[in-house]
């Protein structure tokens, strides 16, 4: 069993930056790969970023490319989300899931954090 406990969120102002944190616990992560996905209200469930927790590389959607980064702290079971030049569009709900499947299928992410909430105002 993996849990994930997401935190970080807030209010912000257009521009400004936020990190969102992800601590896992549980069995071992050396295979998985956990992502950040987002929801605003009304549209569905959409993939940030994904980080290997093995090679540490990484993926973006292009929403987010050249503003977010995907990191993460092996050592201290945590991945993080460095948001920078946040738009108001960025507002959603911020989730954390982790997956051993394919990392760009959401479908396949049967690990999820409860969510944390990122309001940016323009």
């Known amino acids: 069993q993996v849990q994930l406990v997401e935190s970080g969120g807030g209010l912000v102002q257009a521009g400004g930056s936020l990190r969102l944190s992800c601590a896992a616990s549980?069995?071992?992560?050396?295979?998985?790969?956990v992502g950040w996905f987002r929801q605003a209200p009304g549209k569905q469930r959409e993939f940030v970023a994904v980080t290997s927790w093995s090679s540490g590389g990484t993926n973006y959607a292009d929403s987010v490319k050249g503003r977010f980064t995907i990191s993460s702290d092996n050592a201290e079971k945590m991945v993080y989300l460095q948001m920078n030049n946040l738009k108001p569009e960025d507002t959603a709900v911020y989730y954390c899931a982790a997956t051993l499947g394919a990392p760009m299928w959401m479908k396949g992410y049967n690990y999820w954090g409860q969510g944390t909430q990122v309001t940016v105002s323009s």
């Open positions: 549980g069995r071992t992560f050396s295979r998985y790969y």
